[in-house]
């Protein structure tokens, strides 16, 4: 991108980006993105008509404005559609949005399968902020492990970050076809992908999620749950939203959650704990939502707000 890394006091604005990417040279830490790998600053007014379409052998992160925001998009806007055809290695993260990849900084790079944060990391503001390209992301081979993708953003793994304002029109695809049987989750929204942590309690990030129970079907004595606070206010969401995820079984009841696919039309993915509840208010979707592979290996679940959700508050 045009910038590694924006400090708290810096501001980029004004901008109006036009172009096609032919490749990517930093495709699992900042993808697409044209203004910063990662953004602790205000980034305002950028405008990104830039498209991508290619096919990639590695893990992939993607946003066209910024690859982590840890600051504030302010009135930014992509019209760029991204096409990702995708062969996966065995430990292949997979995640993204239109305008950025994670919703906050992270401590050190991020990995396929682990996305460390600690004290030094701050929660992104989205402000205004609208997508109009189409997300279209094509699983050619290989089994990804980490999975989320939103008009605006694709992960939130970090307390306090907040979409207000915000608006996608774009049509966003997850599809499989000749993608290896996984056993990991797939979520897709409108606005945000995913906002819940690893299914274990331990570091480190299994593709699924949690929800309260460990691998053999008990609930966990002490669990609070690995939740985020994450806020959503007058977000709307008109594009259709699509997940055509391959997987090796349906969920096992009462253990775990993976092998579903979450399909919202603001968020796919919202998973809150005690005194962390996530916020859904005077948001609307109009999209529709569809997918689905196969009904006997696959578990979808949609929702017109979120599809999946714990420890929400939905209002207006």
Not at 178 to 184: F, I
Not at 274 to 283: A, N, P
Not at 292 to 299: E, L, P, Q, Y
Request: hydrophobic share 30%.
């Amino acid at each position: 991108p045009l910038f590694n890394f924006l400090g708290t006091n810096a501001v980029v604005k004004n901008l109006t980006v036009r172009g096609a990417f032919t490749q990517m040279l930093n495709a699992g830490l900042c993808g697409n993105a044209v203004i910063a790998k990662v953004n602790k600053g205000t980034i305002e007014n950028v405008t990104s008509y830039v498209t991508t379409d290619l096919t990639l052998e590695s893990g992939i992160i993607f946003g066209a404005i910024c690859g982590q925001n840890g600051g504030t998009l302010k009135n930014c806007k992509n019209y760029g559609n991204i096409t990702l055809n995708y062969a996966a290695t065995g430990a292949s993260g997979l995640y993204g949005g239109g305008l950025a990849a994670i919703g906050h900084t992270t401590s050190g790079d991020p990995a396929a399968t682990h996305l460390n944060v600690d004290e030094t990391c701050t929660p992104g503001q989205f402000i205004d902020c609208e997508n109009h390209g189409d997300i279209t992301i094509t699983a050619i081979a290989g089994s990804p492990v980490r999975q989320g993708f939103g008009g605006i953003c694709g992960l939130v793994y970090l307390n306090g970050v907040k979409f207000d304002g915000c608006k996608n029109t774009g049509d966003i695809s997850r599809i499989s076809n000749g993608e290896n049987s996984n056993r990991l989750s797939a979520s897709v929204g409108g606005i945000l992908g995913r906002s819940a942590a690893w299914y274990t309690i331990g570091t480190g990030d299994s593709g699924a999620f949690d929800n309260g129970y460990d691998g053999s079907g008990a609930t966990l004595g002490s669990y609070t749950g690995n939740g985020y606070d994450t806020e959503y206010t007058d977000c709307t969401n008109e594009g259709d939203i699509f997940c055509q995820a391959r997987h090796s079984g349906g969920v096992i009841a009462n253990q775990h959650t993976r092998r579903s696919d979450n399909v919202g039309g603001i968020a796919g993915l919202a998973i809150g704990a005690d005194g962390k509840i996530q916020k859904f208010s005077g948001c609307s979707n109009t999209g529709k939502l569809h997918g689905g592979w196969s009904a006997d290996v696959n578990t979808l679940i949609f929702g017109g707000i979120t599809a999946y959700a714990c420890f929400t508050e939905i209002s207006g």
